[in-house]
């Protein structure tokens, strides 16, 4: 894995100030890229900023589509040749799902707490529209020889190609995001672009309680590690062929490398869907123009 693509060029990763997302923030720094950290936790986000050269905390909630302006505005501003080449949309949470629970025998359902959806799809499809813009502004309308490489990394889960019982919510919004990579993966490479997803597996990080995690332990299930998670975020910006791909973070059990290609996007060996696929696009040519 050949690294220098990512050298000296300047990295956007949401939520990167704790868990998985700090995981490719180091990956990213170690790569000798230039990396912006935008989360709602201050208090982490600047000691990372402090120890890690070549990094700039911004605070920002992604769920605020004012916050995400100002953070690729100041991610601009403070990258060396003024361009953002890679968006990690990692922000993300998990919590008890309203749209699960049952209110009770003789009770009436009461509205359920949608965050989940307004910070994991509405948040990234935000960092999706700001990615996409500032990678058109910086390549131009139309392909060229002069066009950089410039890569979305949409962060799904698990959850987003197998049951996970009892988080519609969570499964919902992480299904999306192969939902999104779809959308764009065809337009996006017209205009220099890649986008490509990371699901990871189960990692021990702060987005589920040590009792959940004592629970998935006890049972035997294999952790996959947050380092491997940051190198396949290389392995993807390393390679500019890569686009439109689904990438699993998991158990060395199943990967000794820590993550594979699912090759999920293609459907490799379904000629039906394949032929499917084949006429779906032909209503909506590249040559149409802008899509994302």
């Known amino acids: 894995m050949d690294t220098q693509n990512a050298k000296g060029k300047t990295a956007i990763v949401t939520g990167g100030a704790n868990g998985l997302g700090e995981a490719y923030v180091r990956a990213l720094v170690a790569a000798g890229a230039i990396v912006v950290i935008g989360d709602r936790d201050v208090a982490r986000g600047r000691n990372l900023e402090e120890e890690l050269k070549g990094t700039k905390f911004i605070e920002c909630n992604t769920a605020n589509w004012d ?36 209110a009770g025998d003789g009770r009436m359902p009461e509205k359920p ?10 948040g990234t499809l935000y960092t999706s529209k700001l990615a996409s813009h500032y990678f058109i502004a910086q390549n131009g309308q139309e392909p060229s020889k002069s066009q950089e490489d ?7 889960s698990g959850a987003a190609f197998l049951d996970c019982p009892r988080a519609p919510q969570y499964c919902a919004t992480k299904w999306a995001m192969r ?17 490509n997803i990371i699901s990871p597996w ?5 987005i589920l309680s040590e009792e959940a995690f ?28 890569i686009n439109g791909r689904s990438f699993f973070v998991c158990g060395k059990k199943w990967s000794p490398k820590g993550y594979m290609d699912l090759e999920l996007e293609d459907y490799q060996g379904n000629s039906l869907v394949q032929s499917i ?9 590249v040559e149409m123009g802008l899509f994302v």
């Open 67 to 102: 916050d995400q302006v100002r953070m690729f505005q100041e991610a601009a501003s403070f990258s060396p040749t003024g361009k953002v080449s890679f968006v990690i949309a990692n922000a993300g949470i998990h919590r008890q799902d309203e749209v699960f629970s049952y």
């Open 113 to 122: 707490d949608l965050a989940t959806i307004d910070v994991n799809l509405v």
């Open 150 to 156: 410039t890569c979305l990394i949409l962060i799904g």
């Open 179 to 195: 939902g999104v990579m779809h959308s764009l993966r065809r337009t996006a490479f017209y205009y220099g672009s890649r986008v």
């Open 202 to 206: 189960y990692v021990k990080t702060n």
């Open 214 to 241: 004592a629970h998935i332990t006890s049972v035997g299930v294999q952790f996959a590690e947050a380092s491997e998670a940051g190198q396949c975020l290389l392995h993807i910006l390393s390679d500019s062929t």
């Open 277 to 285: 696929q084949e006429d779906q696009v032909k209503s909506a040519p």
